[in-house]
């Protein structure tokens, strides 16, 4: 099925350094989305994207984030600086709309602040 | 404010049985009702999906049982596997939504 490549993995960084989440969609979908999850437990929506510009975040899209595709490439998430709190597992996923058609998750990306 | 509920937190049943996972919602404007899976390590993946039109929907040993007065769905897994242990969401859109809205999760483990 299509695929959303998320990178990297898995990094370390030390807290007020600053990270990017790099995620690459499903390549004819127009809708890219960033949740995050503590611990395997819910999902919690952060932000969502079309057309070059932030839809809709949540109260978790705090100033120190941001989001971008530039030029078609990878739609990143930017946090900076890192706070001990923003360790958790950042999932992107794309969608052809958001009518409700299905969203497709990347592996995650498991932020650990230290 | 949790708009999204699920129960049991965890759940554990032998092989074979019926699981039986349990959504609540409070919005009475969600229309669709999607069902994810999710393995460890794994990004969520739809399982089985529902709109409000409906009141039941299969697929294979998945059905989803919605109530649309009760702003209740269940999902029931039958003959469930040791390969079906994992974290099911309830996930929840309306219409004019830009986003899906995750229940907190069941995590199901199946005992051979």
């Known amino acids: 099925g299509p695929k959303v490549l998320q990178i990297p993995s898995h990094q370390i960084i030390d807290m007020g350094q600053m990270v990017t989440l790099n995620c690459d969609p499903v390549?004819?979908?127009?809708?890219f989305y960033w949740y995050k999850q503590i611990l395997g437990q819910q999902m919690e929506f952060l932000v969502n994207f079309y057309n070059g510009k932030v839809m809709e975040k949540s109260k978790l899209f705090k100033d120190q984030f941001s989001v971008e595709r530039p030029d078609g490439s990878y739609f990143t998430l930017k946090i900076q600086p890192t706070a001990l709190e923003d360790s958790a597992v950042y999932f992107c996923?794309?969608?052809?709309?958001?009518?409700?058609?299905?969203?497709?998750f990347g592996e995650g990306s498991r932020l650990i602040v230290v | 404010q949790q708009q999204v509920r699920q129960s049991p937190q965890s759940l554990t049943v032998w092989e074979g049985e019926t699981a039986i996972l349990n959504c609540s919602y409070e919005d009475s404007t969600f229309n669709y009702f999607p069902w994810y899976q999710q393995f460890p390590g794994e990004g969520p993946a739809l399982l089985i999906s529902?709109?409000?039109?409906?009141d039941k929907k299969e697929d294979g040993r998945f059905t989803i049982f919605f109530n649309k007065r009760e702003k209740k769905l269940s999902l029931h897994i039958t003959d469930s596997q040791p390969g079906d242990s994992a974290t099911y969401f309830c996930a929840a859109i309306t219409n004019s939504g830009t986003y899906q809205r995750f229940g907190t999760g069941t995590k199901l483990q199946v005992v051979p």
């Open positions: 390549s004819n979908h127009l809708y």
């Open positions: 529902i709109r409000s039109v409906s």
């Open positions: 996923a794309s969608s052809l709309d958001n009518s409700g058609n299905t969203l497709y």
